[in-house]
């Protein structure tokens, strides 16, 4: 019986073949979501004490909790200040701990009447981590209407010592426009030199202002509002050296440092609001940013019905992707607005919110998320258990139903057990979609290909929570159902149900040399009346370049290339410690008389060898960097294939 098998370039020797959008994604815990009190305006930060700071204000009080980090419940609220006089609204509170160990608490005052009192950039000092508050003085004052306001203060320290408090100013700005202002002390806050206007986009409106003193090249990087981008407002950053300092006058709309927050594919349409950026740096040094934004919701271009959205950008504030949403609502009368980020530890992060619309509890709510940035899948062959613990990688975030997952691979199949807590667990009306039952789908690019659309040679398995599942292939971007080996194994549990997905790699067109992108996808059906599915973070199970890179631990450092297709052959370039370079084979199928032809590209022939054997190593030393396999049987040409060897 003959039979045809190719070769399958995993990935050019020598190349990475690591592909897919690297860098950090957030999984939204729905079930750790919490109302915290009435009020607006929160930020939430993490003292030098490990105790967590929340500051913010009810009417026209300002307010700071605190808890310990392991505390579920926050302590009990602590005035830090209130306009005894009646004429203010004392409102958007930031806090900063300082190098010395004081709490420093900025807020603006906004007058409750226009045209008679002015509008100010107030703080006041703490010297017991918050308990009581000294020192307030007002640090800036502008006019007496809003077209002449001053907005949304907050502090930063210098590593020199000095104290920078930046904010939105409309005091001075002709023409409806605002620009962002920045004050100084250089002696701890008692006095407060003349300000100077940091950035401004003439004829726009550059605002809401939080600045970040990034880790490794010690810039200032500042997240604004820039309504000068494309249509409605959508988030900048601006940047000075530490050296600079903004000495070169204020960064103007087409300065080379201002730049669009959003990576390219990540633009938003120009009728989309972003606005209220907030801004923050992880351990690693990557940034994370947030807005306020109308997109998907039914007034797009206005923050009425706008959510919260957070996007992870690299360690230069650029480029920031990997899209994630800490509160859901599919009600348009529900807004998530003035949020900020705190960085809890390495793994976790909290989204604080002001949320209007709900039915009850309108106010500060938090939202827990965790960080992943990669799944590692290690080789189980020798190991008495086929699974180690849980992988970071988390999916939870629009309702109660969460994912966890297991992941090992031998020489033969890759394995994947999620546990799913879901308990009430429902399958698809009769003739609906399987992907209408409680379940779980994988997508898997075995190729790196890496591409902005489903492509040849991508696959997806789905299987619902009793066991049934369903297996695509896609051809010419076109998914098609295909028969296959794969074994899906369910188990119901007091809190749900396990699934185990049993995948030979011959079903993927053979094992990735290491790395290679996943996607998984949580369906849940709440009786038919509720239908969610999830998307791993960051992810679209459309978007093959938006999967989770996926990195198979545990290869022989030896293996160069794998190369194997649904043939009864398989191949490997592989090097030894001296660098040699060798190819093995193993049949596993049925053949005739298989034949191996290395070529230089010119046509001259290095050597053949007969594939006699099950299995065994070929000579593989050549001077060039490129040479063609060449694949024949019983003297015909079956495939062949160019290998670049570095």
């Excluded at 969460?402 to 009430?424: C, I, T």
């Excluded at 007091?494 to 997905?501: C, D, F, N, P, V």
């Excluded at 190593?617 to 015909?636: C, F, G, Q, R």
Aim: one cysteine or more; hydrophobic letters at 35%; charged letters at 20%.
């Amino acid at each position: 019986m003959r039979r045809r098998f190719s070769i399958l370039l995993m990935a050019l020797i020598g190349i990475s073949a690591f592909a897919f959008d690297p860098g950090t994604r957030i999984a939204w815990v729905y079930s750790m979501r919490s109302f915290v009190n009435q009020g607006v305006y929160a930020r939430v930060k993490l003292l030098s004490n490990r105790e967590m700071a929340l500051v913010y204000n009810t009417g026209d009080i300002l307010y700071i909790r605190k808890k310990s980090v392991s505390d579920k419940s926050w302590g009990n609220p602590i005035q830090v200040s209130v306009d005894n006089t009646g004429k203010y609204n004392y409102t958007n509170a930031e806090l900063s701990e300082l190098s010395d160990g004081r709490l420093i608490y900025v807020w603006n005052a906004r007058p409750k009447e226009e045209g008679e009192y002015p509008y100010k950039i107030m703080m006041k000092f703490s010297d017991d981590c918050g308990d009581t508050w000294y020192g307030e003085q007002d640090i800036y004052v502008a006019g007496v209407t809003k077209r002449e306001g001053c907005w949304e203060p907050v502090c930063l320290e210098m590593p020199s010592g000095e104290l920078q408090v930046y904010f939105a100013n409309e005091y001075g700005v002709a023409d409806n426009n605002q620009n962002i202002t920045l004050l100084r002390s250089i002696d701890q806050g008692k006095t407060w030199g003349d300000e100077t206007v940091v950035c401004f986009r003439d004829r726009y409106r550059d605002g809401m202002p939080v600045p970040v003193l990034l880790q490794e090249q010690g810039g200032i990087a500042v997240a604004i509002e820039d309504n000068g981008i494309d249509g409605t407002f959508k988030p900048a950053i601006i940047y000075s050296t530490l050296e600079n300092n903004w000495a070169d006058g204020p960064v103007g709309g087409s300065s080379e440092n201002r730049w669009e927050a959003l990576r390219s594919d990540c633009k938003l349409s120009a009728n989309i609001y972003a606005g209220a950026p907030y801004l923050i740096q992880l351990e690693n040094g990557e940034t994370v940013l947030s807005v306020q934004s109308g997109e998907g919701r039914d007034e797009p271009n206005t923050q009425n019905s706008a959510l919260m959205q957070v996007y992870v950008g690299d360690k230069e504030c650029r480029n920031f992707a990997r899209k994630s949403t800490p509160f859901q609502f599919s009600d348009s009368q529900v807004s998530v607005l003035w949020n900020s980020l705190c960085a809890v530890d390495s793994t976790t992060l909290l989204a604080v919110s002001s949320i209007s619309g709900l039915s009850s509890q309108n106010g500060i709510w938090t939202a827990t998320g965790r960080l992943f940035n990669s799944m590692e899948i290690e080789n189980c062959e020798g190991r008495a258990e086929r699974y180690g613990n849980f992988s970071p990688l988390y999916l939870g975030a629009e309702g109660y139903a969460h994912l966890q997952v297991k992941s090992a691979w031998d020489n033969s199949n890759l394995y994947l057990l999620f546990d799913v807590f879901d308990p009430v667990q429902t399958l698809a009306e009769e003739g609906e979609p399987m992907w209408q039952s409680d379940g779980v789908e994988v997508y898997i690019d075995p190729l790196n290909k890496n591409t902005g659309t489903i492509a040849s040679g991508m696959f997806k398995l789905l299987c619902d929570y009793s066991g049934q599942s369903v297996y695509h292939k896609s051809v010419a971007g076109v998914w098609q159902e295909e028969e296959n080996d794969i074994v899906c194994k369910s188990s119901l549990t007091q809190t749900g149900y396990t699934l185990e997905m049993i995948i030979p790699w011959s079903n993927l067109g053979g094992r990735p040399e290491t790395d290679f992108g996943i996607h998984i996808k949580l369906h849940n059906n709440d009786n038919n009346k509720k239908f969610v599915h999830e998307n791993l973070s960051g992810g679209n199970g459309d978007k093959p370049n938006t999967w989770l890179p996926c990195v198979l631990k545990g290869q022989p450092t030896s293996m160069i290339s794998f190369v194997k297709q649904n043939s009864p052959v398989c191949i490997w370039v592989a090097s030894g410690a001296g660098g040699e370079r060798a190819i093995q084979y193993e049949i596993n199928g049925p053949v005739n008389s298989p034949r191996l032809y290395i070529y230089a590209m010119d046509g001259r022939l290095y050597s053949s060898h007969s594939l006699e054997s099950a299995s065994g190593t070929l000579p593989l030393s050549v001077p060039d960097e490129i040479v063609l396999l060449k694949l024949v049987d019983n003297n015909k040409v079956l495939d062949s294939q160019k290998i670049l060897l570095k």
